[in-house]
């Protein structure tokens, strides 16, 4: 399921905004705001409707933003906390929800754009001690195995089949796909730009759908379209 939120929106928001939004997420929802389960089995969009500027992004118009999550209940107990506290954070605030079952997916290989860059982490097994782990593009030669090992992976958590999931990024968009460099908190990130490909079942393609693709897709990664 997919909650669509319609936000009132300052002139201008700083491009550091995604820690507000995971704020806004975890008050909602109930969660300590300071857990590092490691595995997020929901997903987080970044803000759209704006322009970038010099000193922020410009929503003359108001922004949107959606999370998404095969778990129903927690669904509706976002909705429960946005009615009860509608402010986000940074002038943002929710003026209107509304909830989107998730579409019916044939079994197969469907193609979904993203709202949100695509993480990819990777620390090589010789790393030594405090070595930071590499950020990995399209086309690199673990970034489609890295990809699949985490989808299965949320789908055992979520008890459901992992067989036959596999997700890797779309073969025709790679040569042009764009690296984005964002920062979470004090941490920088070089996510991707790039369309992916997920097959599988339809329960598998839809549980995608709603829990993204990549690493850290609770604070704002990998969110599919």
């Known amino acids: 399921m997919r909650l669509q939120l319609y936000l009132e929106a300052p002139e201008r928001v700083p491009f550091d905004y995604l820690p507000t939004l995971v704020g806004a997420f975890n008050r909602w929802a109930g969660h300590d705001a300071h857990r590092h389960d490691g595995l997020s089995?929901?997903?987080?969009?970044?803000?759209?409707?704006?322009?970038?500027?010099?000193?922020?992004?410009?929503?003359?118009?108001?922004?949107?933003?959606f999370i998404s999550a095969p778990?129903?209940?927690?669904?509706?107990?976002?909705?429960?906390?946005?009615?009860?506290?509608?402010?986000?954070?940074?002038?943002?605030?929710?003026?209107?929800?509304?909830?989107?079952?998730?579409?019916?997916?044939?079994?197969?290989?469907?193609?979904?754009?993203?709202?949100?860059?695509?993480?990819?982490?990777?620390l090589s097994p010789e790393a030594k001690l405090g070595t930071p782990a590499d950020h990995l593009l399209p086309g690199h030669a673990l970034a489609d195995e890295l990809l699949t090992a985490t989808l299965r992976h949320k789908l055992r958590q979520a008890g459901l089949d992992d067989a036959g999931a596999a997700v890797r990024f779309d073969?025709?968009?790679?040569?042009?796909?764009?690296?984005?460099?964002?920062?979470?908190?004090?941490?920088?990130?070089?996510?991707?730009?790039?369309?992916?490909?997920?097959?599988?079942?339809g329960e598998q393609i839809q549980f995608a759908?709603?829990?993204?693709?990549?690493?850290?897709?609770?604070?704002?990664?990998?969110a599919l379209v």
């Not at 997903?43 to 409707?49: K, M, N, P, Q, V």
């Not at 922020?56 to 949107?64: Q, Y």
């Not at 003026?95 to 193609?111: L, V």
């Open 209 to 222: 759908w709603e829990v993204g693709v990549g690493h850290s897709t609770g604070i704002g990664c990998g």
């Open 171 to 201: 073969p025709a968009f790679i040569a042009t796909a764009k690296s984005k460099l964002f920062r979470y908190k004090q941490v920088q990130c070089r996510g991707s730009i790039c369309p992916v490909l997920v097959s599988g079942s």
């Open 41 to 65: 089995l929901y997903s987080l969009a970044w803000l759209s409707g704006g322009r970038a500027g010099r000193n922020g992004i410009d929503f003359r118009e108001g922004a949107n933003w």
């Open 71 to 122: 778990d129903t209940e927690l669904i509706h107990q976002l909705v429960s906390g946005v009615i009860r506290e509608p402010e986000i954070g940074l002038g943002l605030r929710v003026r209107d929800a509304r909830m989107q079952r998730a579409p019916e997916f044939a079994p197969g290989e469907q193609a979904f754009r993203v709202a949100s860059p695509v993480f990819i982490k990777h």
